[in-house]
Nanobody, 128 residues
Framework: QVTLVESGGGLVQPGGSLRLSCTVS????????IAWFRQAPGREREGVSC?????????YYADSVSGRSQISRDNAKNTAYLQLNNLESEDTAVYFC????????????????????WGQGIQVSVSS
């Protein structure tokens, strides 16, 4: 059974930072592409970022977080990370990680149907 577990969420002040983690078990982690999605109240889930697996570590970012976020992975720890900086109230959402067994990211990373496995999500709230 493949499981993805997010951690690192919580309440942060505007302008602050946090790092989300996604730990995967039950699959060969290095072969997976890992993406982050988020869903704000009353809005559709949107793709935030993606990092490739296998021999590709190519990364993609949504315009909404480009320049103030960084996705990374540590294959030895079966964990992917999303660093979010200069947080805004608009970043308040439930954040999900997802995994694609094909192992590659592309400009279509925001399409939910590409992903085989999903985490349960974790709340990030940005407020003073």
């Amino acid at each position: 059974q493949v499981t993805l577990v997010e951690s690192g969420g919580g309440l942060v002040q505007p302008g602050g930072s946090l790092r989300l983690s996604c730990t995967v078990s039950g699959f060969t982690f290095e072969s997976l592409a890992i993406a982050w999605f988020r869903q704000a109240p009353g809005r559709e889930r949107e793709g935030v970022s993606c990092i490739g697996g296998r021999t590709s570590s190519r990364t993609y970012y949504a315009d909404s977080v480009s320049g103030r976020s960084q996705i990374s992975r540590d294959n030895a720890k079966n964990t992917a990370y999303l660093q979010l900086n200069n947080l805004e109230s608009e970043d308040t959402a439930v954040y999900f990680c997802a995994a694609d067994a094909v192992g590659y990211c592309s400009g279509s990373f925001h399409l939910e149907g590409l992903y085989d496995f999903w985490g349960q999500g974790i709340q990030v709230s940005v407020s003073s």
